[in-house]
């Protein structure tokens, strides 16, 4: 079991950057694929990115190619979401999730593991 936490959400204007990070407690942290995940208020929970094991293998929701990028580092547990040229679209809670999967996944349905949240507001 692996328990999420996630952090450095904000308020930000518009064109700005955010460096998300999700910390993970528990053992073997590398055997976790990790994805992001966004709801606005009244929408669906939507995919944002998501990350192999090992970090060797990325995947982009297609809209956010080129301005986000996920990361991991195993040392330290946690994985990241660097989110540039940030739009009030992006306005969001951002959620990470975890699952014990040997492949990348983007649908919320296959994640087990969920944090809190963290909530990232872009203004004009």
């Known amino acids: 079991q692996v328990q999420l936490v996630e952090s450095g959400g904000g308020l930000v204007q518009a064109g700005g950057s955010l460096r998300l990070s999700c910390a993970a407690s528990g053992r073997a942290f590398n055997s976790y694929a990790m994805g992001w995940f966004r709801q606005a208020p009244g929408k669906e929970r939507e995919f944002v990115a998501a990350i192999s094991r090992g970090g060797s293998s990325t995947y982009y929701a297609d809209s956010l190619k080129g301005r986000f990028t996920i990361s991991r580092d195993n040392a330290k547990n946690t994985v990241y979401l660097q989110m540039n040229s940030l739009e009030i679209e992006d306005t969001a809670v951002y959620y990470c999730?975890?699952?014990?999967?040997?492949?990348?996944?983007?649908?919320?349905?296959?994640?087990?593991?969920w944090g809190q949240g963290t909530q990232v507001t872009v203004s004009s």
């Open positions: 999730a975890a699952d014990r999967s040997m492949v990348v996944l983007t649908t919320p349905g296959d994640y087990d593991y």
